[in-house]
């Protein structure tokens, strides 16, 4: 099933809770007001297993910080058995080292772990904590327990650009398999930090220069540049109409509503009713089922081409 901009939703990105041991300074909460609330593990495959029914075929876990969430595993277990092909999972790694081959053994695919910094003192700056050695042991943990592709996400800004060959040599010797170089956003926190914003296009310059190979993702349509084992993919999606006509995600936010995008709090639809509410299982599906159509019908890309109307005076 299309929207009416011609995109098919396949990936459920799910906030499994707003809670974080960390404090990143630009953190945009998945562009979610802080709550409280948790859905159960049941819930949430719940909607994920309707979710088929409309294209979903992966679900990524994200937050604040998912490891936190003391029933992780048997969110994961669920979601598999319901039928999701892939589960992934973003996190910022601190808990990954004692975590890695429990995560594999009920069946998450791979995660993408959060490095903004090598260095130590920088690290604690961005984050709030002193945690670099932890979230490396955990990275590494995460590669031989076979959570891969294993990616790294580095935000880039004004802060941390001097990073970026450290962390490039950094993913390359430990096997990492891809990098994220992601533009710092304008939501949540990181509306009021866009002073750090750094722009992403003389990195790409110079990617494009020595790439052997470039590729486009079908997801928001990334660039990929392929540089000897690694794999760095360019997630720019502010202002950009590109990446908002590929995308194909839709949100299950941690207090039960189905929100069509990152940006959009107007484009949201409430189901906690449907989840806690005295109906049969067979009800509640296809009231699930109704608002998966509703929010395929309301959902459009945020960042749109403006074609000017021209009326010649
Ligand atoms: N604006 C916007 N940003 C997104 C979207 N999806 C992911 N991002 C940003 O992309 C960056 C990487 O997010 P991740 O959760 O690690 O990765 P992913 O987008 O699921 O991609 P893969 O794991 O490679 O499939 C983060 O900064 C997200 O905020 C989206 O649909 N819209
Ligand atoms: C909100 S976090 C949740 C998962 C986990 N706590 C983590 O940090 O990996 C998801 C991803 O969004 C990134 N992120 C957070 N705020 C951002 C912003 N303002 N702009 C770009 N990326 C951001 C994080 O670095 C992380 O890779
Ligand atoms: S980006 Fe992730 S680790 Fe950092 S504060 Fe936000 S949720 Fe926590
Ligand atoms: S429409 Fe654009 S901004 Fe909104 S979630 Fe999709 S890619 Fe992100």
Redesign the pocket.
């Known amino acids: 099933m299309i929207d009416r901009f011609g995109r098919s939703i396949e990936d459920l990105r799910v906030t499994l809770t707003h809670v974080?041991n960390f404090s990143?300074f630009?953190?945009?909460?998945?562009g979610e007001d802080n709550s409280q609330s948790l859905l159960s593990p049941e819930e949430i495959s719940l909607v994920a297993k309707v979710g088929i029914e409309y294209g979903i075929r992966s679900v990524k876990l994200?937050?604040?910080?998912?490891t936190l969430r003391r029933d992780l595993l048997q969110i994961i277990r669920e979601l598999k058995d319901v039928g999701i092909k892939e589960v992934s999972m973003?996190?910022?790694g601190v808990l990954l080292s004692t975590l890695a081959w429990k995560l594999k053994e009920v069946g998450l695919d791979r995660v993408?772990v959060?490095l903004h910094s090598l260095d130590k003192q920088l690290f604690k700056e961005i984050t709030g904590v002193d945690a670099l050695d932890k979230v490396i042991e955990g990275i590494k943990e995460a590669i031989k327990a076979g959570l891969r592709p294993l990616k790294l996400?580095f935000?880039l800004t004004k802060k941390n650009i001097s990073q970026l060959d450290n962390i490039i040599n950094f993913a390359i010797e430990t096997g990492v398999d891809e990098l994220h170089l992601?533009e710092?956003?304008p939501?949540?926190l990181?509306k009021n930090t866009f002073e750090y914003h750094e722009k992403l296009e003389s990195i790409e310059k110079i990617l494009k220069e020595r790439a052997d190979k470039i590729e486009i993702r079908s997801k928001h349509y990334r660039p990929r540049y392929y540089l000897n084992n690694l794999v760095i993919e360019v997630v720019k999606p502010y202002a950009n109409p590109i990446f908002c006509a590929g995308c194909n995600r839709i949100r299950l936010t941690a207090d039960g509503k189905l929100k069509t995008c990152l940006y959009r709090q107007d484009k949201e639809i409430d189901i906690m009713d449907i989840l806690r509410g005295d109906f049969s299982l067979e009800e509640k599906i296809e009231l699930i089922r109704e608002a998966y159509e509703i929010a395929i019908a309301i959902r459009e890309p945020n960042f749109k081409y403006k074609v000017e109307s021209y009326a010649p005076s």
């Open positions: 974080c990143c630009f953190c945009h909460m998945e994200t937050g604040g910080e998912p973003t996190t910022n993408n959060s996400n935000v992601i710092l956003h939501v949540g990181g």
